[in-house]
């Protein structure tokens, strides 16, 4: 049987990121595979169940061997994901 081919998932987090639109990505995710994109650039603000989901897509995509890409993390982004503890390094997955 042929390997099911990728889907393409790019979503643009809100300034104030929330883990709901995170959320409709992970169970999406269930329906995979899929190259997901997360384009930061517009981040002004992360709170930890933020983090908590990206973390999620990020593992997920990486047991499976799926793409993950992190676009243009803020300024904001950086200091509240290092405020946390994680590095941009701890959300890449396998490139597109």
Same mark, same amino acid.
């Given at each position: 049987?042929?390997?099911?081919?990728?889907?393409?998932?790019?979503?643009?987090?809100?300034?104030?990121?929330?883990?709901?639109?995170?959320?409709?990505?992970? #169970?999406?995710?269930?329906?995979? !595979?899929?190259?997901?994109? +997360?384009?930061?650039?517009?981040?002004? *603000?992360?709170? =930890?169940?933020?983090?908590?989901?990206?973390?999620?897509?990020?593992?997920?995509?990486?047991?499976?061997?799926? #793409?993950?890409?992190?676009?243009? !993390?803020?300024?904001?982004? +950086?200091?509240?994901?290092?405020?946390? *503890?994680?590095? =941009?390094?701890?959300?890449?997955?396998?490139?597109?």
């Amino acid at each position: 049987m042929a390997q099911a081919r990728a889907k393409t998932l790019i979503d643009r987090l809100p300034a104030h990121a929330c883990a709901a639109p995170l959320s409709t990505i992970i #169970a999406k995710l269930r329906d995979g !595979p899929y190259k997901v994109t +997360l384009d930061a650039s517009l981040v002004e *603000g992360l709170e =930890p169940a933020d983090l908590e989901a990206m973390l999620v897509i990020s593992q997920t995509q990486n047991a499976r061997g799926d #793409a993950f890409r992190l676009n243009s !993390p803020s300024e904001a982004f +950086l200091a509240d994901i290092a405020r946390y *503890g994680v590095t =941009p390094e701890q959300l890449k997955g396998p490139a597109l």
